[in-house]
């Protein structure tokens, strides 16, 4: 199964925020709070729509939304700060670490495509020893034309990687990015919060966390560290 249904798998493409990192927790609250500053009540039945989307994207659609006397240049410039405060509290979410360091010790290409801006990444990460020098290519939305769902951020991962986009997996966690992989023509394992569920339909694999990633399903190494209990405290058994 896996692999063997389409090409050999050569390269891994990560997504970052809410696939390897549980960043919405460590900054919840942060938008609420800064609604309430200009009068705004928070309502939780957009919010679902802003998920993966690009910072810019997403400051368009809250000054709109909420009819916030900012422009959307300012709402982030005025925000952000907010936010990076609270990114060394980001955790890495269970199993994330152990399949990254996994792949980068049996030099499996890998990559980290996200729709933050390139520095936000590098300062997200740089919080989790040993991250950076895992990935081969590092990308932001702002280093390519345009950001998920648009393919450009996968297919510039796998050009700079050296490897055909048909020989990449990616591991996403909304259904902006599965529809990015998908369109770049690549295979996709997603790990969906319920709120994305919708991206479940689309994935060729769909797990509850990354401790139920097995990398020889997709013909790749498989784990070597026996009954893993890792972030979660569950054995592979368990989880």
């Not at 390269?11 to 927790?25: F, K, P, R």
């Not at 709070?33 to 659609?61: C, H, P, W």
């Not at 991962?157 to 050296?162: E, F, Q, T």
């Not at 070597?224 to 054995?235: K, T």
């Amino acid at each position: 199964m896996g692999s063997c249904e389409g090409t050999k798998i050569l390269a891994v493409i990560c997504d970052l925020d809410g696939t390897l990192l549980n960043s919405e927790m460590a900054t919840r609250g942060i938008l609420e709070e800064f609604l309430g500053k200009y009068g705004k009540v928070m309502r939780t039945d957009g919010e679902n729509g802003r998920l993966g989307k690009t910072q810019k994207e997403s400051a368009i659609a809250i000054v709109r939304d909420y009819e916030i006397p900012l422009s959307p240049e300012q709402f982030i410039e005025e925000i952000t700060p907010l936010y990076k405060a609270k990114w060394a509290e980001a955790k890495a979410l269970p199993g994330a670490e152990r399949l990254i360091k996994h792949l980068h010790k049996h030099q499996m290409p890998l990559a980290l495509a996200s729709n933050s801006l390139r520095e936000y990444i590098d300062a997200k990460i740089s919080h989790h020893e040993g991250w950076e020098e895992c990935f081969s290519v590092i990308l932001g939305s702002d280093q390519v034309k345009s950001g998920k769902p648009a393919p450009d951020l996968f297919l510039e991962a796998a050009r700079r990687l050296g490897v055909d986009a048909a020989d990449c997996l990616v591991i996403e966690d909304s259904l902006v990015g599965v529809k990015a992989a998908k369109a770049a023509g690549m295979r996709v394992v997603a790990v969906p919060s319920p709120s994305e569920a919708d991206a479940a339909s689309l994935a060729d694999a769909v797990l509850h966390s990354l401790l139920d990633f097995q990398p020889d399903f997709w013909d790749l190494p498989p784990f070597d560290d026996g009954n893993y209990e890792g972030e979660s405290g569950l054995s592979k058994e368990e989880s």
